[in-house]
């Protein structure tokens, strides 16, 4: 379900509670998959399309943005390599590249814009953000001058950065890098490390891509004179930023703050009196920069700080650490042992009872709100007959 569907059957379960609710829906983002959209929707304008290569190299039109004043454009590097688009294929962990992007992140320059937002997460490389670059007309050569494959593959034998091809406007820009994590280039908490097994990468494969990114950011380090290996999120999307931020000056900024403070996260929470995010999997990395981090962290800055649940697929943080990131609790939408293809196929239903269930909960420690009579669900009929 998209964040908007999610928010429509949350939305649903709490005025089946509390028919008269004023219920304000905004769709959040982190930084990934449905940041465009977000910022869209927001602006009121249209996606522009272009035509440019998958993670593998196959054609593909994406999507990119511009503000209504012409001067921010919007890259998702999901609409270009993004997984979801080579997953009809055996993954290709050391071959697939963000060089799509980098054709987008160029027509987003030749529409004239004086700053460029990239939106990383849910790639489908480990390739330290060379692709992009390559995309913007960066040549990699190996030691004999020749040019290196796309990929983390090539970055295991990249010897030198020729500039000379680079588009004309990209230094004259701002280029903002929206993450959603804080992991480091390279290492046990690296890009290789934690998300390449996501990309199908073995073993073997997590290996060589971590002393790759190592390689590449004592290239990068050499001959742009910037250290990129620790700087925290350059891990994202497959170490994405280390490139970017060493060859173009981009500026890490947390994806699911800079949406919050786009669509006004921060008045409404001021409006408050219960607060309901989502999460696929609420567990460590969630509150490392992701959407329920963020609500959790803005709410306790608001003066009445109003309770903020999640409901998630599944919940593996335990609460101590749910509540030291502002979150008071968090639930599974999983009525109990169910296998995953019936609760997809639930989840909405799901997720309208269990919010009702939070607002109910919520208004018995608030006596002067009472509850209405609900009729129960489909679903909620269907466990009280079982």
Known sequence: MSAAEVASAVAAGVRAVVPDAHVSELPMADGGEGTLDALLAVWGVPARDVVTVDAIGRPRTARYGVSPDGR???????????????????????????????????????AGVDEVLVCLGGSASTDG????????????????GEPVPDGGEGLARVAHL?????????????????????????????????FGPQKGAAPADVAFLDDALQ??????????????????????????????????????EPGA?????????????????????????????????????????????????????????RVLLPAERARAAGIAAAFSIAPGPVEL????????????????????????SRPHLPPAPVEPSDDARERSSA
Do not use: C, Y
């Open 162 to 194: 020729d500039l000379a091809g680079l588009h004309p406007r990209a230094r004259d820009v701002s280029w903002r890098l929206a993450v959603d994590v804080t992991n480091p280039l390279h290492g046990e908490r690296g890009a290789a490390h934690v």
């Open 257 to 313: 703050r800079l949406v919050a403070d786009a669509i006004g996260l921060r008045d409404a929470l001021e409006r408050a009196d219960l607060v309901i995010t989502g999460e696929g999997s609420f567990d460590s990395q969630s509150v490392e920069g992701k959407v329920a981090d963020a609500v959790g962290a803005l709410a306790a800055q608001a003066p009445h700080r109003p309770p903020v649940v999640v409901l998630a697929g």
């Open 215 to 252: 390689r590449w950011a004592g290239l990068l380090e050499r001959e742009a004179g910037v250290a990129v290996a620790h700087v925290p999120g350059a891990g994202a999307a497959g170490g994405v930023p280390a490139g970017l931020v060493a060859v173009l000056g981009a500026q890490l």
């Open 129 to 144: 953000g060379s692709g992009i670059l390559t995309g913007l007309g960066v040549r990699l050569l190996d030691d004999r």
């Open 72 to 110: 921010l454009g919007v890259v998702e590097l999901a609409e270009a390599s993004g997984l979801p688009h080579v997953s009809d294929v055996a993954p290709q962990p050391l071959r697939a590249h963000t060089r799509g992007t980098g054709e987008v992140a160029a027509a987003v320059l030749d």
């Open 341 to 364: 293809e019936e609760l997809m196929g639930r989840t909405r239903p799901r997720l309208t009872d269990l919010a009702a269930t939070v607002t109910s909960l919520v208004l018995a």
